[in-house]
């Protein structure tokens, strides 16, 4: 059973330096949680700002009369 879990498992390595690592292991046991899930945590958080940062920029004068268009 192990072993068709393992197949279906991908995954791959990265190389980081020893004190990120230390850092990663450190939060990953405050969040009780993997260093894959860590990681994961904090690609969404990455992703997450990155979202809020371009919604928070203010609109384009293209974008601002595509908004105001009439809807008929």
Do not use: N, Y
């Not at 958080?45 to 601002?64: D, F, I, V, W």
């Amino acid at each position: 059973m192990l072993f068709c879990i393992l197949q279906i498992m991908q995954s791959t390595s990265v190389r980081i330096d020893r004190a990120t690592h230390q850092e990663l292991s450190r939060l990953a046991e405050q969040l009780d949680a993997t260093l894959g899930d860590t990681i994961a945590l904090a690609i969404r958080k990455l992703r997450q700002e990155r979202m809020g940062e371009e919604l928070s920029t203010p609109l384009t004068p293209e974008e601002q009369l595509w908004l105001d268009a009439d809807p008929r």
